[in-house]
């Protein structure tokens, strides 16, 4: 099974190049069409790790699966393990892990004595298996619960702030 595995500083600019790694080596790899979904996932766990692990680095590996699926790990120093928080609507984070869940197969956290991976399958939508062929947008979205009235964002705070400048 192919591996490929990246080692980058515990920063917030740290969080593209995590991306850029992920979507490189599955395109190398044949597996386009998980591409979207495995980068939003790496963001995700990234960005936890160069906000909260407090380390200096943090670790992703990419690795296949002989059911055609992927396996995204990433590890730092922290022994802090993730939690899914309720965040009001108005919010602007707390939705990292709600996301993971919806685009994943399957995830969890491997706690260590050093520290801890969060780990993620992704499955192409051919063999996700188990009725769940597709991402439910509408869940997805829903999850989020921002609900936006107007296409021009004149609804969001922060588009709000960006109209009136």
């Given at each position: 099974?192919?591996?490929?595995?990246?080692?980058?500083?515990?920063?917030?600019?740290?969080?593209?190049?995590?991306?850029?790694?992920?979507?490189?080596?599955?395109?190398?790899?044949?597996?386009?069409?998980?591409?979207?979904?495995?980068?939003?996932?790496?963001?995700?766990?990234?960005?936890?790790?160069?906000?909260?692990?407090?380390?200096?680095?943090?670790?992703?590996?990419?690795?296949?699966?002989?059911?055609?699926?992927?396996?995204?790990?990433?590890?730092?120093?922290?022994?802090?393990?993730?939690?899914?928080?309720?965040?009001?609507?108005d919010a602007t984070t707390g939705r990292g892990l709600r996301l993971v869940t919806e685009l994943a197969s399957d995830w969890g956290v491997d706690a260590r004595t050093?520290?801890?991976?969060?780990?993620?399958?992704?499955?192409?939508?051919?063999?996700?298996?188990?009725?769940?062929?597709?991402?439910?947008?509408?869940?997805?979205?829903?999850?989020?619960?921002?609900?936006?009235?107007?296409?021009?964002?004149?609804?969001?705070?922060?588009?709000?702030?960006?109209?009136?400048?």
């Open positions: 099974m192919p591996k490929a595995a990246v080692t980058l500083p515990a920063l917030v600019s740290s969080v593209p190049t995590a991306r850029h790694f992920v979507e490189s080596i599955l395109a190398g790899w044949g597996l386009d069409e998980l591409g979207w979904n495995a980068t939003l996932v790496v963001s995700e766990l990234a960005a936890n790790a160069a906000l909260h692990a407090r380390g200096e680095s943090f670790g992703i590996s990419v690795t296949t699966q002989d059911d055609d699926a992927v396996l995204l790990e990433v590890s730092d120093g922290s022994l802090r393990l993730p939690q899914q928080r309720s965040y009001s609507a050093d520290g801890k991976t969060v780990w993620v399958v992704l499955r192409p939508v051919s063999n996700t298996g188990g009725g769940k062929d597709e991402v439910d947008i509408e869940a997805l979205l829903d999850a989020f619960g921002d609900d936006l009235a107007a296409e021009d964002g004149s609804d969001c705070p922060s588009a709000q702030l960006a109209l009136a400048a």
